[in-house]
């Protein structure tokens, strides 16, 4: 696992936004075919099914599974698709803890908390 310092982080959040973005766009998509997906599997299981824009649908999965690696492979913890809520490990006080952040807040991190709090337990820096 990466730790990281708050000035890793934040120098970091360039590279990870455009992805988180590009997640968020496709895990949209993914969610509007999401009924009709679960309606063509049990379809599927008596012997027919399909959904206009499965093409689609796979790749939206693909693009999803891309950038969530790209993002992982960084050491950046994906916490939320839709919001694009990600945590930094971090050192503070002998303890690890995560950085907090998430699509729409300043370009600078600003936020910590527990490993087992989440983001209800957030804390400024």
Known sequence: MKIFTVDEANKLLPEVV???KKIQFFYSK??????E??????????????????SNYVRA????????TEIADLG????????????????RGG???????QLGEDEEIR???ETDTGFAG????
């Open 111 to 113: 936020w910590w908390h």
């Open 37 to 54: 997906v679960k309606a063509a599997a049990e379809a599927a299981d008596q012997g027919g099914g399909g959904i206009s824009g499965g």
């Open 18 to 20: 455009p992805k988180l």
């Open 95 to 101: 303890k690890l803890v995560l950085l907090c952040w």
């Open 76 to 91: 950046v913890q994906l916490k939320d698709y839709s919001r694009g809520l990600i945590d930094f490990p971090t050192m």
């Open 30 to 35: 993914v969610s509007v075919l999401r009924t």
């Open 122 to 125: 957030r804390k400024p820096l």
């Open 61 to 68: 999965l693909y693009e999803i599974g891309k950038f969530t």
